[in-house]
């Protein structure tokens, strides 16, 4: 889709999602605000497996276009798809729709670039009963294929908001009563070690550059580690830090 898409994307809130996971989930979001699924393109093999995968109760319903190998394989965006591609609508997420949800537990992730991370945070945030994902300015495109295709469907069922400064964050977080917590291989003390809190926000810095100093977070901290490496992987220490804040 390349900077058409993105253009696509920023002005008709229109975006592509492929596969059989994702498009499963799709067709069974979980709450308000969630991507709307406008046409479910698929070939004769991808129909099959929609009818194999997905119960009859949900595909009736299901704005399904039939279209042929050659059709999809122009549309799609990997190689080899599986015959089974949804064009997807999404409204746009605020703070302040994550407030009146009342969130308890949020990611916040500063400047992100892979898409591959990205998605994985999001995924991962969900499975582990986080309330909402935040991306910073000047991170990856959230809608975008690949990032798409790394959240596994779990687009349709956490909120995700794009675009929060970090001081728009923390503005946030201390009216409404959030602990902060940066997540920093400089920080002092571990993340094992904090108090819990009923309502905590976890801070995440960019892959490269890590993260800056954020003014009046509550606690900066590290996740310790006893091999040679300096730093781990920004979503595997989300999953980390997700998982001592959403599960322990």
Not at 154 to 164: K, S
Request: glycine share 8%; proline share 4%; charged share 25%.
């Amino acid at each position: 889709m390349g900077s058409r898409g993105k253009k696509v994307r920023q002005t008709e809130k229109e975006f592509i999602a492929d596969g059989i996971q994702t498009v499963r989930e799709a067709l069974t979001s979980s709450f308000a605000d969630a991507p709307e699924l406008i046409n479910l393109y698929v070939t004769e093999k991808g129909f099959a497996k929609l009818e194999e995968e997905i119960s009859s109760e949900i595909l009736v319903d299901a704005p399904i276009v039939h279209v042929s190998d050659e059709v999809m394989a122009e549309m799609a965006d990997t190689e080899s798809p599986q015959g089974i591609l949804a064009l997807c609508k999404f409204t746009e997420i605020t703070l302040y729709k994550i407030k009146q949800r009342e969130a308890k537990k949020i990611a916040y992730f500063w400047e992100i670039q892979d898409p591959g991370n990205s998605g994985t945070v999001i995924r991962t945030a969900e499975a582990l009963g986080f309330d909402a994902v935040v991306f910073s300015k000047n991170s990856v495109d959230v809608y975008a294929p690949k990032t798409v295709r790394a959240t596994v469907g779990a687009l349709w069922h956490i909120p995700v908001v794009e675009n929060v400064a970090v001081e728009e964050l923390m503005e946030f977080a201390t009216a409404e009563g959030f602990y902060t917590i940066a997540l920093a291989g400089d920080g002092s003390g571990t993340i094992i070690d904090l108090p819990k809190s009923e309502k905590t926000i976890l801070i995440f810095g960019n892959e490269a550059r890590g993260l800056p100093e954020v003014v009046g977070v509550d606690s900066r901290v590290a996740i310790p580690m006893k091999g040679k490496s300096e730093s781990l992987n920004v979503a595997s220490a989300a999953a980390i830090a997700m998982f001592e804040v959403g599960i322990r």
